[in-house]
Antibody
Framework: QVTLRESGPALVKPTQTLTLTCTFS??????????VSWIRQPPGKALEWLAR???????YYSTSLKTRLTISKDTSKNQVVLTMTNMDTVDTATYYC?????????????WGQGTLVTVSS | DIQMTQSPSSVSASVGDRVTITCRAS??????LAWYQQKPGKAPKLLIY???SLQFGVPSRFSGSGSGTHFTLTITSLQPEDFATYYC??????????FGGGTKVEIK
């Protein structure tokens, strides 16, 4: 059974760095074609893809946010970590992690429940 | 970056209606398009991948078609549980893995 769960602070102040952890089970991020992405959704708005890390440790970032994002993985702990620097009120959103099988479905087939992050002083 | 444009942004329909949602890509994405359903307060759910393949467990009233730059999601005989927001997403050219702006299916 595949599950993903996001964890991190619910509230951060402007200019602070956000660190989110995605803890997953039911699959190995070492398996060929396996990838985990972070996606966010501001209240009432559309989904926005942020970053992706692959089984071979390749990393990809949103064009507009790449200077602020870092994605990493700890395969032994089944975790993927996203850091976003210099947080602003416009970064208030629900942040999701999701799995994607790049050599198969090539779509986000499993999602975490999401974690709401509010940026406010 | 590839832009994904969904239309309409919202549609009002009745139970039993046929609903079609369109997604256009700003450049050729072959068949690497997925459709998701999202209900309020919930994570998106994968419905269709590779433009026309139905995800396991998704009712057959959902179908997808298209290739290149023009794609459609069709819901035949809309059910009460289908009232939600639907998103398309391209997976051909990245980064980024772009989502469309969403289509809200509302009760008429």
């Amino acid at each position: 059974q595949v599950t993903l769960r996001e964890s991190g602070p619910a509230l951060v102040k402007p200019t602070q760095t956000l660190t989110l952890t995605c803890t997953f089970s039911g699959f190995s991020l070492s398996a060929s074609g396996m990838c985990v992405s972070w996606i966010r959704q501001p209240p009432g708005k559309a989904l926005e893809w942020l970053a992706r890390i692959d089984w071979d440790d390749d990393k990809y970032y949103s064009t507009s946010l790449k200077t602020r994002l870092t994605i990493s993985k700890d395969t032994s702990k089944n975790q993927v970590v996203l850091t976003m620097t210099n947080m602003d009120t416009v970064d208030t959103a629900t942040y999701y992690c999701a799995r994607i099988l790049w050599f198969g479905v090539r779509a986000f087939d499993y999602w975490g429940q999401g974690t709401l992050v509010t940026v406010s002083s | 970056d590839i832009q994904m444009t969904q239309s309409p942004s919202s549609v009002s329909a009745s139970v039993g209606d046929r609903v079609t949602i369109t997604c256009r890509a700003s450049q050729d994405i072959s068949s690497w398009l997925a459709w998701y359903q999202q209900k309020p307060g919930k994570a998106p759910k994968l419905l269709i991948y590779a433009a026309s393949s139905l995800q396991f467990g998704v009712p057959s009233r959902f179908s997808g078609s298209g290739s290149g730059t023009h794609f459609t999601l069709t819901i035949t005989s809309l059910q009460p549980e289908d009232f939600a927001t639907y998103y398309c997403q391209q997976a051909n050219s990245f980064p980024p893995l772009t989502f469309g702006g969403g289509t809200k299916v509302e009760i008429k």
